[in-house]
């Protein structure tokens, strides 16, 4: 039923294959790529894209966690003739400097681009735009950005794969890791919280919500939290562009934007003017 990993994978293989991307892609020195995933996605998504640009001479591992950076960009050393590089960045909050001196593409796989924070029914375009700039400020005239979205809005798909028990468990680790890493307190027990996906057709809007079976009393800090039970929380979003969405947002950012599409997976591809 979690149809967005697979689609990721065929989505990219036949963008690549494509005559126009092609031909850009030959022209690309330097890699950078936003948030690299697990091996199965570096195997799959990342080395047949740098295979795609056969003059890359340098790629670049950008995440957060540094270790996650390091993985990836070992991988990529280990399989391919590039030299590789890390950095330790919150990318999508940041400013992310591309290579002086090489024409470069920044990569971001997955469905990254539609994690926008806010309540259910929230318009998703001004947190997009804001999103795209970050992404575009740091590039230099010339240089591309490839970011995957997904574009799916038959909501009896999206709830199915989003009530995949794998998806539920990814989703609530971060409250386990409030309390394995001691960020919270109190009487408070992840193994009572709960998650269900609810679609807003209107913005094409998945939002993960998240609840107790049981009252909670958190203490993080001085500070002391009570949360009903079955008190639901909004923790993130999946939305679900259509490609027009996404097009219009890049143009708004300055960028020359094309839609890539197979199935309900889609890459813009966009240039800095």
């Not at 919150?90 to 971001?108: C, G, L, P, Q, W």
């Not at 909004?234 to 562009?241: L, Q, R, T």
Request: contains cysteine; hydrophobic residues 40%.
């Amino acid at each position: 039923n979690y149809y967005l990993t697979e689609g990721d994978i065929n989505n990219i293989h036949h963008a690549v294959a494509q005559p126009e991307l092609h031909k850009l892609l030959e022209n690309i020195h330097a890699v950078i790529e936003l948030g690299p995933g697990s091996t199965k996605a570096i195997e799959n998504k990342t080395i047949p894209f740098l295979k795609a640009c056969r003059n890359v001479k340098k790629y670049i591992a950008i995440d957060e966690a540094l270790e996650q950076a390091k993985a990836s960009s070992t991988h990529i050393k280990n399989s391919l003739s590039v030299n590789v590089g890390v950095r330790q960045q919150n990318f999508m909050r940041e400013k992310i400097y591309s290579i002086k001196s090489s024409k470069t593409a920044f990569v971001m796989w997955g469905s990254s681009l539609g994690n926008i924070e806010g309540g259910i029914g929230q318009d998703p375009y001004p947190s997009l735009i804001n999103t795209l700039n970050i992404l575009q400020s740091g590039m230099k005239v010339g240089d591309i950005m490839l970011l995957c979205f997904d574009t799916e809005h038959d909501e009896k798909k999206v709830i199915r794969a989003y009530s995949e028990v794998s998806l539920q468990d990814q989703i609530l680790s971060i409250i386990y890791r409030a309390k394995r890493d001691s960020y919270a307190s109190g009487n408070f027990d992840p193994r009572v919280w709960r998650h269900k996906p609810v679609w807003d057709k209107k913005h094409r809007q998945c939002a993960h919500i998240i609840y107790p079976l049981f009252d909670q009393n958190i203490f993080i800090g001085d500070h002391r939290i009570k949360i009903p039970a079955w008190t639901e929380i909004v923790s993130n979003n999946s939305y679900k562009f259509c490609s027009d969405l996404v097009i219009k947002a890049a143009e708004h950012c300055n960028l020359r934007a094309r839609v890539f599409k197979d199935g309900p997976m889609a890459l813009l591809v966009a240039e800095k003017l």
